[in-house]
Protein backbone atom coordinates (compact mmCIF):
# COMPACT_ATOMS: atom_id res chain seq x y z
CA UNK A 1 0.00 0.00 0.00
CA UNK A 2 1.42 3.63 -0.49
CA UNK A 3 0.36 4.72 2.02
CA UNK A 4 2.48 2.14 4.64
CA UNK A 5 5.64 3.21 2.06
CA UNK A 6 5.39 6.65 3.08
CA UNK A 7 4.08 6.44 6.71
CA UNK A 8 7.84 5.90 7.58
CA UNK A 9 8.79 8.73 6.69
CA UNK A 10 6.43 10.60 9.52
CA UNK A 11 6.31 8.17 12.32
CA UNK A 12 9.18 8.59 13.88
CA UNK A 13 8.38 10.08 17.78
CA UNK A 14 9.91 13.92 18.56
CA UNK A 15 11.03 14.20 15.11
CA UNK A 16 9.89 16.13 11.91
CA UNK A 17 10.12 14.75 8.44
CA UNK A 18 12.86 16.54 6.19
CA UNK A 19 12.32 16.52 2.54
CA UNK A 20 15.17 17.91 0.09
CA UNK A 21 14.64 18.81 -3.46
CA UNK A 22 16.99 18.58 -6.42
CA UNK A 23 16.80 19.57 -10.08
CA UNK A 24 17.61 15.80 -12.34
CA UNK A 25 20.98 16.49 -14.26
CA UNK A 26 21.63 19.24 -12.59
CA UNK A 27 25.14 19.17 -13.25
CA UNK A 28 25.04 15.71 -14.63
CA UNK A 29 23.89 12.41 -14.13
CA UNK A 30 26.09 11.12 -12.00
CA UNK A 31 26.17 14.12 -10.19
CA UNK A 32 22.34 13.35 -9.22
CA UNK A 33 22.88 9.99 -8.13
CA UNK A 34 25.80 11.41 -6.09
CA UNK A 35 24.33 14.25 -4.31
CA UNK A 36 20.71 12.18 -3.58
CA UNK A 37 23.35 9.72 -1.70
CA UNK A 38 24.60 12.63 -0.06
CA UNK A 39 21.42 14.21 1.52
CA UNK A 40 20.13 10.88 2.34
CA UNK A 41 23.91 10.17 4.35
CA UNK A 42 23.12 13.42 5.76
CA UNK A 43 20.07 12.19 7.31
CA UNK A 44 17.18 13.46 4.28
CA UNK A 45 14.46 11.15 4.75
CA UNK A 46 12.69 11.79 1.24
CA UNK A 47 14.17 13.12 -1.69
CA UNK A 48 11.94 15.10 -4.37
CA UNK A 49 13.77 14.51 -7.72
CA UNK A 50 12.49 17.49 -10.40
CA UNK A 51 11.97 15.89 -14.18
CA UNK A 52 12.89 19.35 -15.95
CA UNK A 53 10.52 21.08 -17.76
CA UNK A 54 10.87 23.63 -20.20
CA UNK A 55 7.77 25.86 -19.15
CA UNK A 56 8.30 25.44 -15.23
CA UNK A 57 5.47 27.36 -14.33
CA UNK A 58 5.48 27.05 -10.63
CA UNK A 59 8.79 27.60 -10.36
CA UNK A 60 11.09 30.51 -9.35
CA UNK A 61 14.18 31.55 -10.74
CA UNK A 62 16.79 29.30 -9.12
CA UNK A 63 14.91 26.18 -10.04
CA UNK A 64 14.17 27.48 -13.83
CA UNK A 65 17.36 28.13 -14.00
CA UNK A 66 18.36 24.21 -12.48
CA UNK A 67 15.58 23.28 -15.04
CA UNK A 68 17.48 25.25 -17.95
CA UNK A 69 20.88 23.85 -17.28
CA UNK A 70 19.50 20.15 -16.81
CA UNK A 71 17.67 20.26 -20.79
CA UNK A 72 20.53 21.74 -22.22
CA UNK A 73 22.63 18.66 -20.45
CA UNK A 74 20.17 16.02 -22.38
CA UNK A 75 18.07 15.04 -19.44
CA UNK A 76 14.67 13.56 -20.32
CA UNK A 77 12.27 11.36 -18.44
CA UNK A 78 13.88 8.33 -18.95
CA UNK A 79 17.31 9.88 -17.80
CA UNK A 80 15.05 10.73 -14.70
CA UNK A 81 14.59 6.92 -14.53
CA UNK A 82 17.99 5.84 -15.12
CA UNK A 83 18.79 8.39 -12.07
CA UNK A 84 16.33 6.49 -10.03
CA UNK A 85 17.61 3.36 -11.20
CA UNK A 86 21.36 4.09 -9.84
CA UNK A 87 20.02 5.15 -6.33
CA UNK A 88 18.20 2.02 -6.32
CA UNK A 89 21.22 0.37 -6.40
CA UNK A 90 22.45 1.28 -3.26
CA UNK A 91 19.30 2.76 -1.48
CA UNK A 92 15.59 2.59 -0.63
CA UNK A 93 15.44 5.93 0.52
CA UNK A 94 11.81 6.94 -0.26
CA UNK A 95 11.94 9.22 -3.48
CA UNK A 96 9.25 11.32 -5.26
CA UNK A 97 9.53 12.78 -8.75
CA UNK A 98 8.20 16.27 -9.28
CA UNK A 99 7.48 17.42 -12.99
CA UNK A 100 4.62 19.46 -14.85
CA UNK A 101 1.31 17.36 -16.10
CA UNK A 102 2.45 17.52 -20.01
CA UNK A 103 5.61 15.55 -19.39
CA UNK A 104 4.04 12.80 -17.43
CA UNK A 105 0.54 12.75 -20.04
CA UNK A 106 2.78 12.70 -23.21
CA UNK A 107 5.20 10.11 -21.53
CA UNK A 108 1.71 7.84 -21.03
CA UNK A 109 0.35 7.44 -17.55
CA UNK A 110 0.44 3.72 -17.73
CA UNK A 111 3.70 3.56 -18.76
CA UNK A 112 4.98 6.49 -16.36
CA UNK A 113 3.62 4.74 -13.77
CA UNK A 114 4.72 1.39 -13.86
CA UNK A 115 7.97 2.63 -14.40
CA UNK A 116 8.08 4.21 -11.08
CA UNK A 117 6.55 1.26 -9.25
CA UNK A 118 8.67 -0.83 -10.76
CA UNK A 119 11.70 1.47 -9.36
CA UNK A 120 9.96 2.02 -6.36
CA UNK A 121 9.60 5.66 -6.61
CA UNK A 122 6.36 6.47 -4.00
CA UNK A 123 4.58 9.40 -5.11
CA UNK A 124 4.78 12.01 -7.96
CA UNK A 125 3.89 16.02 -6.86
CA UNK A 126 2.13 17.63 -10.19
CA UNK A 127 2.19 21.37 -9.23
CA UNK A 128 0.18 22.42 -12.39
CA UNK A 129 -2.54 19.83 -12.23
CA UNK A 130 -5.79 21.05 -10.42
CA UNK A 131 -7.45 18.87 -7.80
CA UNK A 132 -10.59 18.56 -10.26
CA UNK A 133 -8.25 16.67 -12.80
CA UNK A 134 -6.59 14.98 -10.31
CA UNK A 135 -8.58 11.98 -11.23
CA UNK A 136 -7.30 11.64 -14.59
CA UNK A 137 -4.18 10.42 -13.40
CA UNK A 138 -4.69 8.97 -10.17
CA UNK A 139 -6.36 6.26 -11.41
CA UNK A 140 -2.86 4.79 -13.21
CA UNK A 141 -0.79 6.11 -10.30
CA UNK A 142 -2.85 4.14 -7.70
CA UNK A 143 -3.11 1.02 -9.49
CA UNK A 144 0.74 1.04 -9.10
CA UNK A 145 0.93 2.16 -5.62
CA UNK A 146 2.19 5.42 -6.17
CA UNK A 147 0.99 8.49 -4.24
CA UNK A 148 -0.62 11.69 -6.13
CA UNK A 149 0.48 14.00 -3.61
CA UNK A 150 -1.94 17.11 -3.14
CA UNK A 151 -0.84 20.88 -2.72
CA UNK A 152 -3.05 23.02 -0.61
CA UNK A 153 -1.90 26.55 -0.66
CA UNK A 154 -3.62 29.44 1.07
CA UNK A 155 -7.53 29.32 -0.13
CA UNK A 156 -10.63 29.27 1.79
CA UNK A 157 -11.32 26.88 4.36
CA UNK A 158 -14.13 24.96 2.29
CA UNK A 159 -11.29 24.63 -0.24
CA UNK A 160 -8.42 23.70 2.55
CA UNK A 161 -10.44 20.91 3.92
CA UNK A 162 -12.43 19.75 0.18
CA UNK A 163 -8.37 19.07 -1.00
CA UNK A 164 -6.84 17.71 2.64
CA UNK A 165 -10.35 14.76 2.58
CA UNK A 166 -8.61 13.11 -0.37
CA UNK A 167 -5.18 13.04 0.07
CA UNK A 168 -2.97 10.26 0.36
CA UNK A 169 0.60 10.18 0.69
CA UNK A 170 1.58 13.30 2.60
CA UNK A 171 -0.04 16.57 2.23
CA UNK A 172 2.24 19.48 0.53
CA UNK A 173 1.40 22.93 2.14
CA UNK A 174 2.88 25.50 0.06
CA UNK A 175 3.33 28.94 2.28
CA UNK A 176 3.42 31.44 -0.55
CA UNK A 177 0.54 33.58 -0.03
CA UNK A 178 -0.04 35.09 -3.65
CA UNK A 179 -3.21 33.65 -3.94
CA UNK A 180 -5.77 35.15 -6.68
CA UNK A 181 -9.48 35.34 -5.05
CA UNK A 182 -11.51 36.78 -2.62
CA UNK A 183 -8.64 37.35 -0.13
CA UNK A 184 -11.12 37.92 2.82
CA UNK A 185 -12.26 34.05 2.58
CA UNK A 186 -8.36 33.29 2.20
CA UNK A 187 -6.71 31.27 4.86
CA UNK A 188 -2.93 32.62 5.00
CA UNK A 189 -1.96 31.60 8.77
CA UNK A 190 -0.08 28.27 7.84
CA UNK A 191 -0.92 27.17 11.49
CA UNK A 192 -4.29 27.54 10.50
CA UNK A 193 -3.94 25.77 7.59
CA UNK A 194 -2.84 22.69 8.43
CA UNK A 195 -4.98 23.00 11.64
CA UNK A 196 -8.14 23.20 8.99
CA UNK A 197 -6.27 19.82 7.15
CA UNK A 198 -6.04 18.15 10.29
CA UNK A 199 -9.80 17.97 10.83
CA UNK A 200 -10.63 16.00 8.15
CA UNK A 201 -7.21 13.81 7.64
CA UNK A 202 -4.93 12.48 9.73
CA UNK A 203 -2.70 11.93 6.17
CA UNK A 204 1.02 14.17 7.06
CA UNK A 205 1.84 17.42 6.33
CA UNK A 206 4.82 19.02 4.84
CA UNK A 207 5.72 22.62 4.67
CA UNK A 208 7.07 23.27 1.05
CA UNK A 209 8.77 27.45 1.74
CA UNK A 210 11.89 29.09 0.66
CA UNK A 211 13.84 27.99 3.53
CA UNK A 212 17.13 28.12 4.14
CA UNK A 213 18.60 28.55 7.57
CA UNK A 214 17.99 25.99 10.83
CA UNK A 215 15.91 28.70 12.67
CA UNK A 216 13.57 28.87 9.48
CA UNK A 217 13.46 25.04 9.50
CA UNK A 218 12.45 24.93 12.98
CA UNK A 219 9.34 27.61 12.59
CA UNK A 220 7.70 25.33 9.76
CA UNK A 221 9.06 21.68 11.96
CA UNK A 222 6.82 23.28 15.29
CA UNK A 223 3.54 23.58 12.77
CA UNK A 224 3.57 20.55 10.75
CA UNK A 225 4.79 17.06 10.78
CA UNK A 226 7.81 18.08 8.19
CA UNK A 227 9.67 20.57 6.21
CA UNK A 228 10.71 20.41 2.23
CA UNK A 229 13.73 22.21 0.89
CA UNK A 230 12.81 23.84 -2.24
CA UNK A 231 15.63 25.89 -3.69
CA UNK A 232 18.09 25.60 -1.15
CA UNK A 233 20.15 22.65 -2.44
CA UNK A 234 19.70 23.85 -5.87
CA UNK A 235 21.80 26.85 -5.20
CA UNK A 236 24.71 24.86 -3.88
CA UNK A 237 24.16 22.82 -7.05
CA UNK A 238 24.29 26.16 -9.52
CA UNK A 239 27.48 27.53 -7.17
CA UNK A 240 29.50 24.39 -6.69
CA UNK A 241 28.58 22.26 -9.30
CA UNK A 242 30.50 18.89 -9.98
CA UNK A 243 32.04 19.59 -6.51
CA UNK A 244 28.72 20.22 -4.36
CA UNK A 245 28.47 16.67 -3.13
CA UNK A 246 30.28 17.92 0.41
CA UNK A 247 28.86 21.52 0.64
CA UNK A 248 25.26 19.57 0.09
CA UNK A 249 25.92 17.06 2.99
CA UNK A 250 27.30 19.64 5.71
CA UNK A 251 23.95 21.72 4.63
CA UNK A 252 21.50 19.14 4.62
CA UNK A 253 23.04 17.79 7.52
CA UNK A 254 22.87 21.19 9.71
CA UNK A 255 19.78 21.52 8.42
CA UNK A 256 18.41 17.96 9.91
CA UNK A 257 20.25 18.24 13.09
CA UNK A 258 18.45 21.47 14.09
CA UNK A 259 14.99 19.92 13.13
CA UNK A 260 16.08 16.87 15.58
CA UNK A 261 16.95 19.73 17.94
CA UNK A 262 14.17 20.91 17.96
CA UNK A 263 12.06 17.64 18.07
CA UNK A 264 13.85 16.10 21.35
CA UNK A 265 13.17 19.62 23.06
CA UNK A 266 9.52 19.41 22.11
CA UNK A 267 9.46 22.82 19.75
Known sequence: MLENRLRPV???????????????????TDCTVEYILEMERAGADL???????????????????????ALKNGMTTDGAFEIVRRVREKSRIPLAFMT???????????????????????AVIIPDMPYEEKQEMEGSANAHSVAVISMIAPASEDRIREIASEARGFIYVVSSLGVAGACSEIVTDLGAIVDSIRRV???????????????????MAALSDGVILGSAVVKLIAEYGEQAGPEIYRY???MKDALTESGEQGI
Open 201 to 219: TDVPCAIGSDISTPEQAKK
Open 252 to 254: VKS
Open 10 to 28: FDKPNKRAFICFLTAGDPT
Open 100 to 122: YANPVFHYGYERFFTKCEQLAVD
Open 47 to 69: VEIGIPFSDPTAEGVVIQDANIR
